[in-house]
């Protein structure tokens, strides 16, 4: 019986990413350590793994069965620098398990690569870890392919990879080792089935030359999709029938094959799937499990890159992580992953689940979840402005987007009232800053304010000056992106098509008329995903508060233009369009034409005029300000600017 508060009653199975973002392997259906991987790339701390093993032992205390606990996640786990203090404690708490439920099976999932070395084995032999290893093909030309994208790498590292394997049947055939399985994963469909009579034929032979009398072989049923970073290929569910016909419980070379769906090492029968329909809003096959992040946030399998955590296990116990999974409905990485309930076909099984999963959906009140990628986001050409997005170019249109700054902010809670209703910073009057707006019949509905860098602090530096150091490079053109609002008015698409429109601006801007290399932002911790997802922004540091505006949470985000072009090109070709395709030469032409409208607007002049719009705004000057002022208006020298 799980603790009160849960629905679910079927017992618990965590993914624990010991390693997030950090692989010696690149296999092609992750998006670690490829170019649109914009995840967290760390070790789990010590204060997150020892959090995950007193959650599960209270846990263990009221009654919730947690049934396995699997080191593995987003990254290799034996990569950890303290992998073996981490697998000491969870031998711990197995040593001293005292509850009323059975202890959790622990197990590390490995690439197989640290089989060979013995620091690595010894704490899972030690601690009564099982050991899973991801093995999808024995062929060296498909196994280089599929695990490190080098068809020609497979015939180095399969020699090394197979003593490894029979070093660990050794250890299993000893009773050392707790338990020895073989994920057919990353499971390319039609790589497995071509191979697994090959794969089959070599595990039952080292089995029966390390004196192990079966192998336990675990099949993933459907492709993985990371994230939307790749796109998966399978048109349904093959649960592979023809395979367990043909090769389940059978004896090759004297050794007997056990296989199984994965699903079946997580739902023991019919009845725990039934409890997952019954108990969860969205009733995804992989919902029902938690997954840890290494940082401790919960989040979903597809969720590689940390961008919609739900909990963390360092504030959350589990039943309260649990009942924010059995609320959950579908957000924008479900309407990429493959194994969404919309999506479910091919086997029987698959598709009666589908069927009751939608249905419960309709209960929760969601009729569907759109079948979209992320290129739904690009499917507008902007409709809410006449025009494109243009340049401040006169004072009254400055005004303008000072006043809608103010507004928005205000209405945020990120800003102070004032008199004169308008928002204006210190690099508001710099001509390095260049004021975006988004106009129709003579109303500014929208504005972005591109701020050049290197011949002045950004105020990003204020707050994240270390972290824009690490990333800038000696060649590099820094320009912030700052000062952002749509009119509170605008809802839905119109919004979103606006907001896309103001960012395309900015970007033909800076690339092709400033020279800048780089794009930063400080965005609220809420909003990082938006930019990560869409455009693949980094994020460079942790959140901060930030005095302009209010003391609010402030994470600092990074993009390499350099590098944007690719990453656009491969997530999205409606994306890459919007932002490269054959509309660029005429937002060019336009924002050439505003360029030189704007040539004469800053000068000492300017700068009074807004002087007199924000009470004490030179007043208020630091001296370094009032010094960079000065320097760029001469105008102003001798004067109390």
């Known amino acids: 019986m799980n603790r009160p508060g849960m629905k679910t009653q079927r017992p618990i199975s965590i993914n624990n990413s010991l390693v997030h973002g950090i692989c010696n392997y690149s296999c092609r259906l992750c998006g670690i350590n490829k170019p649109g991987y914009s995840g967290p790339t760390d070790f789990q701390s010590h204060e997150v793994t020892f959090a995950l093993v007193q959650r599960v032992m209270e846990a263990a205390q009221s009654g919730s069965y947690v049934r396995y606990i699997a080191n593995s996640g987003d990254g290799e786990p034996s990569l950890h620098p303290e992998f073996t203090t981490r697998m000491s404690m969870f031998g711990r708490m197995l040593r001293e398990w005292d509850a009323p439920v059975p202890p959790p099976e622990i ?9 060979g070395d013995e620091l690595r084995m010894a704490p899972i032999v030690d601690n009564g870890i099982s050991l899973i290893i991801s093995f999808p093909t024995s062929d060296p030309e498909s196994y280089g392919l599929i695990m490190k994208g080098d068809r020609n790498s497979g015939t180095d590292i399969m020699p090394d990879i197979l003593n490894g394997i029979g070093s660990a049947m050794h250890l299993r055939a000893e009773r050392l080792l707790n338990r020895l399985y073989f994920h057919i994963s990353p499971p390319e469909r039609e790589i497995v089935l071509r191979d697994f009579p090959k794969t089959v034929n070599t595990l039952t032979g080292l089995a029966r030359d390390s004196g192990l009398a079966e192998v336990e072989l675990i099949l993933f049923p459907a492709v993985s999709n990371r994230s939307g970073l790749l796109k998966s290929l399978a048109g349904g569910i093959d649960t592979y029938p023809d395979l ?3 090769y389940r419980n059978r004896t090759i070379n004297g050794v007997k094959v056990r296989m199984k769906l994965v699903l079946a090492r997580f739902f023991s029968g019919i009845g725990e799937i039934l409890d997952l ?4 809003s969205f009733p995804c096959l992989w919902n029902a499990n938690f997954f840890i992040a290494s940082d401790g946030s919960s989040i ?8 919609e955590p739900h909990g963390n296990i360092l504030r959350d116990p589990i039943e309260t992580l649990m009942r924010k999974k059995e609320s ?3 957000g924008s990485l479900c309407r990429q992953c493959n194994q969404s309930p919309q999506k479910l076909r091919g086997s029987p099984g698959a598709v009666l689940f589908s069927i009751a999963a939608r249905s419960r959906l309709l209960l929760a009140g969601m009729p569907h979840i759109r079948d979209k990628d992320p290129d739904n986001h690009f499917d507008l050409i902007p409709e809410t402005v006449s025009t494109e997005p243009g340049l401040a170019s006169n004072l009254e249109e400055l005004e303008s987007a000072f006043r809608l700054l103010y507004n928005c902010y205000l209405s945020a809670g990120l800003q102070e009232e004032n008199e004169e209703e308008l928002r204006i910073g210190f690099h508001n009057l710099l001509p390095v800053s260049y004021t975006i707006l988004a106009r129709r019949q003579g109303r500014t509905l929208g504005t972005l304010t591109l701020i050049r860098g290197n011949s002045v602090p950004l105020p990003i530096e204020t707050l994240f000056g270390a972290e824009i150091d690490e990333v800038r490079s000696m060649n590099s053109c820094f320009c912030e992106l700052s000062g952002l609002a749509v009119d509170n008015n605008l809802k839905g698409r119109d919004r979103n ?3 896309l429109s103001l960012f395309r ?8 008329f400033l020279g800048c290399t780089d794009f930063c932002m400080m965005v609220h911790p809420d909003h990082a995903g938006y930019y990560q997802r869409i455009f693949s922004y980094k994020k460079i540091g942790e959140v901060g508060s930030s005095k302009a505006v209010k003391g609010a949470p402030a994470i600092p985000l990074w993009l390499d233009l350099n590098t944007c072009r690719s990453l656009l090109e491969e997530r999205s070709m409606r994306m890459y369009g919007y932002f490269f395709g054959e509309d660029i030469p005429a937002v060019r032409a336009g924002i050439l034409s505003q360029l030189e409208k704007r040539l004469g607007l800053y000068d000492a002049a300017l700068v009074r005029s807004i002087g007199e719009m924000q009470q004490n705004l030179l007043r208020n000057l630091s001296l370094s300000e009032r010094e960079t002022l000065q320097l760029h208006y001469p105008g102003l020298e001798g004067q109390d600017p």
Request: aromatic fraction near 10%; charged fraction near 15%; proline fraction near 3%.
């Open 497 to 499: 098509a606006l907001l």
């Open 244 to 246: 367990f016909r043909r």
């Open 300 to 307: 979903c399998c597809n969720d590689q890159s940390v961008l």
């Open 277 to 280: 329909v019954r108990s969860f």
């Open 328 to 330: 959950f409905l579908p």
């Open 107 to 115: 197990s590390v999932v490995t690439n197989g690569s640290m089989l």
């Open 505 to 512: 601006t900015a970007f033909v801007l800076g690339r092709d």
